[in-house]
Each structure stands twice: as structure tokens, then as C-alpha cells.
């Protein structure tokens, strides 16, 4: 398993279906299906978090304010800064187990010595796209969420990026890129974190498991002749890494040789020393 390293975010413990999280100087305890384990809380600050989030048997839930916290607050990863608030279905605007996937693009990008023009589909509040301007690639981000694109600028803005080549894009990531093949446009990476389930404008059902294939193949024709990387994330429990390993070697080693990987990625634990798994990540990259 991959595992990010922070100083401004720390998982402190997890049990009792719950994580115990760190974001800077806030405490927040957010609920997890992976933690299927009871047992005793480890760590003091469980009776000092902020905020916790509850499940709705209903579907959603609820954040519970604990203590007296900042509507919006800002946390920091190697020179980036991200701002961080409460959202829906617990989340905060941030997924830090993606930290090793932002650390590798940098090293990719860099090592590349060339221009790279890099593709951040269903790009959310801009990460991965902060880190490969970081690098020195051009950043083509693209979200269907006008609200999340407007976040992602200010994390640039607030990362000192906002002066890098980056074209923000509020737009449905698959009309986007079939207007990029009619447009002949190309890029030399692609990073994909395609949401787990979801429904389109007219009520279309969309399901990873069943759409991934497509939405892979549709991103083919707009690599460049010598591209870089492909990095497609998923947090679907369906799609275990070998899956998505098998996909990328079908579809882009075959062509493009290069080398598949594919693992899971997650956070460790402070308490245990132990990792918690947070998602999969496949990546089909360039040798040499």
C-alpha cells in the first residue's frame, strides 16, 4: 500500500466505524465504512474534535458542532495550500490519501525535462492540478461543478499558482473530451478521478464499475504521440486494483508499451502504526 506523508493532516485514530482526523489545528471525526472494527479508542482527543459528522439512516447526514471552529480554515503540503470547510456527506474538500499520487506527478513532470500539458478530469477542488502546475506543466481542469472549479482557483490563488498556464473549465468531462477529438487537441497525461455513482443532468444513472471502460477508451485519441502518464483513481469497493491494473495494461500498455501499476493508497494510523485503505489508484506511465 501507497501512504501519503503530511505534517498539516494526520488520521490520529480509527475504530468504532469512525477516524479521528487532524487538519491543521482542527479535529474533526468523520465516519468510515472501511473501519469495520470495534475496540478501544486510543488516542485522548476523541473528546476534543470540533465537529463530527453523523450518517442519515436516510441517506447524507449531518455535521455536529463540538467545539467553537473557523467557518473556512487553510492547510499546507510541500508550498500548497488548500482551504478546507465542512461540506455535505462529510467531506472537507480534500482527500490527503491522494498526497502520494500529487508527490509522483511532481517527480514524473520534472523528471520529464520537456513540456507537459496535463488533463485533470473530474479535477474537484484542484489538488492534483495545483501540484503538476507546481511542476511545470501546463493544466487543462475540468469539473462539472461550477462551485468546485471556483474553489480550485482559490487554492491556486492561495498557492501562489495563479499566474500558471491552467485553463478552468466548468463542463461534463465526457463532452469535453469528445469535443477535444473534434478539436484535435492532445495531452501528454491524464489524471482521472471519475466519481463512484452519480446522475447526469437528465436523470442518467452513472455507475464506475459499468462506465469506466468507456470513459477510458473515449481519453485514447486525445494522448499525445509520447505521452507521460495516466493516473485513474477510484473509490468504488467493486473495482479492486488488479481490475484496474488488467484495464490500463489492455488498453495503454498493449499500444503505448510503458509499465502498469496499480495499488491501494491510504493513510497510517497513528495510534496502531497501521495503514487504513482509502481507495485504489492505476497508473500507466512512460519507462525512462
Not at 18 to 29: A, K, N, P, Q, V
Not at 43 to 53: E, F, G, M, N
Not at 85 to 102: D, I, S, Y
Request: charged letters at 25%; one cysteine or more.
Amino acid at each position: 500500500m501507497r501512504t501519503a506523508e503530511w505534517q498539516d493532516y494526520e488520521l490520529l485514530d480509527a475504530a468504532g466505524g469512525e477516524r479521528l482526523e487532524r487538519w491543521g489545528d482542527i479535529l474533526l471525526i468523520r465516519p468510515d465504512p472501511q473501519i469495520i472494527w470495534q475496540g478501544e479508542k486510543r488516542d485522548p482527543r476523541w473528546q476534543k474534535a470540533h465537529a463530527r459528522y453523523h450518517r442519515s439512516n436516510k441517506g447524507g447526514g449531518h455535521w455536529e458542532a463540538c467545539r467553537k471552529m473557523p467557518e473556512v480554515w487553510q492547510i499546507g503540503w510541500q508550498g500548497l495550500s488548500f482551504r478546507l470547510k465542512p461540506m455535505g456527506f462529510k467531506h472537507t474538500g480534500l482527500f490527503p490519501e491522494q498526497a502520494v499520487n500529487w508527490a509522483w506527478a511532481i517527480q514524473k513532470i520534472e523528471a520529464s525535462a520537456r513540456p507537459v500539458k496535463v488533463l485533470n478530469l473530474f479535477g474537484y477542488t484542484g489538488a492534483a492540478t495545483l501540484a503538476c502546475l507546481k511542476a511545470g506543466a501546463a493544466v487543462t481542469h475540468v469539473d462539472a461543478a461550477k462551485g468546485m472549479v471556483q474553489w480550485a482557483k482559490e487554492n491556486a490563488a492561495a498557492s501562489g499558482l495563479g499566474d500558471r498556464p491552467v485553463r478552468w473549465l466548468v463542463d461534463d468531462c465526457v463532452k469535453f473530451v469528445q469535443r477535444e477529438q473534434r478539436r484535435g487537441n492532445r495531452y501528454d497525461a491524464i489524471i482521472m478521478d471519475p466519481p463512484s455513482y452519480g446522475r447526469g443532468p437528465g436523470g442518467e444513472v452513472w455507475k464506475l464499475e459499468e462506465q469506466l471502460y468507456g470513459l477510458v477508451k473515449l481519453c485514447l485519441p486525445i494522448l499525445s504521440e509520447e505521452p507521460l502518464f495516466f493516473l485513474l483513481n477510484s473509490y468504488t469497493t467493486g473495482l479492486s486494483p488488479a481490475v484496474m491494473e488488467y484495464l490500463l495494461n489492455l488498453m495503454l500498455q498493449r499500444r503505448l508499451k510503458g509499465r502498469v501499476s496499480a495499488e491501494e493508497i491510504g493513510l497510517k494510523v497513528t495510534a496502531t502504526g497501521m495503514s487504513l485503505p482509502c481507495g485504489s489508484t492505476a497508473i500507466w506511465a512512460r519507462e525512462g
